[in-house]
């Protein structure tokens, strides 16, 4: 069974138009993480959720913002989204906020911009 | 911070090879290493992992090897067979920071 659930797992949006994707999970786990992976590269941590406890990464644009309204979930919202936000968004979760802790990812929104 | 190198960034093997990726890590803080496959389309999961505390772990025909002096660790596929296709990452984590991921290896197995 999945563990951290994406949705949707494709979402075309326009040039402009906010946009929000969706990540739950069944693990109870403290943290939430959001990346943003484009082709051909590695995953690119956004900001993550330790508890309600909001981090943001230092060279993540303004235009990212997240909500986590529960332990269960987490939403990426994009308020106006550009041609280069075109990527696969991945949500992931770990018990803990200490390095040692597997993270376990979902399955990721693929994010087309036209 | 923490920033993670990993080499080949392609890797082109015969079925029944063995494949071997490697990365190096900066913080000598890091303590926790796991390797991700990743299908096309799919998220990352976790193949292996390994902590400071280790030198090698196995699993099946999955191998990992860490050197902290060196800071560099490896990941080792043995009997390589078609399914194991797909973009590996290495990651480093210190301890209380954020994962890190090396830039991806992409292993194709040639039937």
């Known amino acids: 069974d999945a563990m951290v659930i994406q949705n949707p797992r494709y979402q075309v949006t326009q040039f402009g138009k906010p946009v929000t994707l969706s990540c739950s999970q069944t693990l109870n786990h403290n943290v939430m993480y959001w990346y943003q992976q484009k082709s051909s590269q590695a995953p690119k941590l956004l900001f993550h959720y330790y508890d309600k406890d909001f981090n943001n990464e230092a060279d993540t644009p303004d235009n990212f913002q997240s909500r986590r309204p529960n332990t269960s979930f987490c939403f990426l919202d994009i308020r106006s989204p550009g041609l280069g936000d075109a990527a696969m968004y991945l949500c992931?979760?770990?018990?803990?906020?200490?390095?040692?802790?597997?993270?376990?990812f979902g399955q990721g929104t693929r994010l087309t911009v036209v | 911070g923490e920033n993670v190198e990993q080499h080949p960034s392609t890797l082109s093997v015969q079925e029944g090879d063995s494949a071997v990726i490697k990365c190096t890590y900066s913080?000598?803080?890091?303590?926790?290493f796991p390797w991700y496959k990743q299908e096309l389309g799919k998220g990352p999961q976790l193949i292996i992992d390994?902590?400071?505390?280790?030198g090698e772990k196995k699993d099946q025909r999955i191998a990992v090897t860490l050197n902290k002096t060196a800071k560099h660790f490896s990941l080792h596929i043995t009997e390589t067979q078609p399914e194991d296709s797909a973009v590996y990452f290495c990651?480093?984590?210190?301890?209380?920071?954020?994962?890190?991921f090396g830039a991806g290896t992409r292993l194709t197995v040639k039937p």
């Open positions: 990651a480093a984590s210190p301890f209380n920071n954020d994962m890190r």
């Open positions: 913080d000598s803080a890091s303590n926790y």
């Open positions: 992931a979760t770990s018990a803990l906020k200490s390095g040692d802790t597997e993270a376990f």
């Open positions: 390994i902590r400071s505390n280790v």
